[in-house]
């Protein structure tokens, strides 16, 4: 399996911005679909959004669509999630998620993913 370390997360108002990285190590990072999840307390883990293995296709979810985006550079091993225009509801611990796998261009769950690191908290404030 990869080795995925996210960074990036704080505190920021509502309408601010941050952009999450995710470095990844032990495996040829190319080879894998990568995607963001977030999970607030007491709620499930959600798909945010994915990437596929050459960085050509993206997929998100409703709630971060025109906000957020997701991209690679395959050369650094790391995925961003360059997020704009907060809402205090995008409050969560947000994971970084790897697959081996072909991408398709459906929404990709939880369970989907064979590789997650420890997460980073945004909070962000009204």
């Known amino acids: 399996q990869v080795q995925l370390v996210e960074s990036g997360g704080g505190l920021v108002q509502a309408g601010g911005s941050l952009r999450l990285s995710c470095a990844a190590s032990?495996?040829?990072?190319?080879?894998?679909?990568m995607g963001w999840f977030r999970q607030a307390p007491g709620k499930e883990r959600d798909f945010v959004a994915a990437i596929s293995r050459s960085g050509a296709s993206t997929n998100y979810a409703e709630s971060v669509k025109g906000r957020f985006t997701i991209s690679r550079d395959n050369a650094k091993n790391t995925v961003y999630l360059q997020m704009n225009s907060l809402k205090p509801e995008d409050t969560a611990v947000y994971y970084c998620?790897?697959?081996?796998?072909?991408?398709?261009?459906?929404?990709?769950?939880?369970?989907?993913?064979?590789?997650w690191g420890k997460g980073t908290l945004v909070t962000v404030s009204l």
């Open positions: 032990g495996r040829t990072f190319s080879n894998y679909v």
């Open positions: 998620a790897a697959k081996n796998a072909p991408w398709r261009s459906s929404s990709w769950s939880y369970y989907d993913m064979e590789s």
